[in-house]
């Protein structure tokens, strides 16, 4: 009777495994599928400067669009793309994406605000992604800052052999590297003096609380640190103006979250560079006002 017990729960194991197993395989080929046909789009959520509250970039989110089923999350389909690899091609896909708006954008304003675009550690795994995204920069034109490279702080300080030498080779030739999801990993502050980054952003968890004291003792401090290291500091999901003022009076440099912008379509991000470029050549070219 033990026996048998024991058999059925191995045969309804069996049929549970190869359920799961069968269900890996079909998302794992209509990934495969989807990359080849480039069912992906990316949209665009603004970045504002903090106090003036100009636009100063974009971080691009990608999509998957799938034909009859509507648009996938990246939260439902980045970590499946992980475990299988196919990250790597869906990561060059992203940077092919990104970098031709840019070019787009350049063509039509004659000037352009840094792109951001998140970077998997495993595509750090590929020796040659650094040369091949510089060299997608150089075909296509671009200024290499107005790419940036985010990579969250848990990738970077879990796989640090084979990410910081890249990193370093990035920022020497001019590609912003932001750390993102500060709060959430846990670096230590040797660390984060170590790595060759441009920004940090504050994951929204230490957003979201402000102005609660506790919390806001956290972003003071941390933004005192980001300062004496000379980086940009982003507040993430920035959702209230309450939290929007409370990041700026504490010291973050950008402000970024549904309050101030959701992603965007790519054709209504260029409307709102166009906009920004605008106001910012007609202030640059006001002549200073007498006092
Ligand atoms: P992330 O890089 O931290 O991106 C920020 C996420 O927070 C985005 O979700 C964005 O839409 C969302 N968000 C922005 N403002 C607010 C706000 O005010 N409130 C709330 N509740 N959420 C806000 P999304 O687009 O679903 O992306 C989720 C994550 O998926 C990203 O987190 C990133 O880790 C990953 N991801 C997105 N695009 C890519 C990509 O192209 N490549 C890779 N490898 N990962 C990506
Ligand atoms: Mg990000
Ligand atoms: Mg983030
Ligand atoms: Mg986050």
Not at 6 to 26: E, K, Q, T, V, Y
Not at 97 to 106: C, G, H, K, V
Not at 179 to 191: A, H, I, K, P, V
Request: charged letters at 20%; aromatic letters at 4%.
């Amino acid at each position: 009777r033990a026996k048998g017990s024991a058999g059925a729960s191995f045969m309804f194991f069996d049929i549970a495994m190869n359920g799961a197993s069968r269900a890996r395989l079909d998302a794992e080929q209509s990934l495969g599928k989807a990359i080849t046909e480039r069912e992906f789009l990316l949209e665009y959520q603004p970045k504002f400067r903090a106090g003036s509250r100009q636009l100063c970039g974009f971080e691009a989110l990608v999509r998957w669009e799938r034909p009859g089923k509507g648009r996938v999350s990246p939260a439902d389909f980045v970590p499946a793309a992980e475990r299988t690899g196919q990250i790597k091609a869906l990561g060059e896909l992203i940077l092919d994406i990104a970098t031709a708006q840019l070019r787009a954008w350049l063509d039509a304003e004659g000037q352009v605000l840094p792109v951001a675009v998140n970077v998997s550690p495993l595509q750090f795994d590929d020796a040659g992604f650094t040369s091949r995204l510089l060299a997608l920069l150089d075909e296509r034109h671009l200024p290499h800052d107005a790419l940036e490279v985010e990579i969250t702080e848990t990738a970077a300080i879990g796989h640090v052999d084979r990410v910081l030498p890249q990193l370093h080779r990035l920022r020497k030739a001019g590609v912003l590297c932001s750390l993102d999801d500060f709060g959430t990993g846990q670096s230590s502050l040797t660390m984060l003096r170590n790595l060759p980054i441009s920004t940090m952003k504050l994951d929204r968890s230490m957003i979201d609380p402000l102005p609660e004291a506790q919390a806001s003792a956290v972003v003071r401090a941390t933004c005192v640190l980001g300062h004496s290291l000379q980086l940009e500091i982003v507040a993430e999901g920035v959702e209230t103006e309450v939290q929007a003022q409370a990041a700026e009076a504490l010291g973050c440099t950008q402000l970024q979250g549904y309050h101030l912008g959701r992603p965007l379509s790519a054709a209504a991000a260029g409307v709102l560079l166009a906009a920004a470029l605008g106001v910012q050549l007609r202030t640059d070219s006001m002549p200073t006002q007498p006092p």
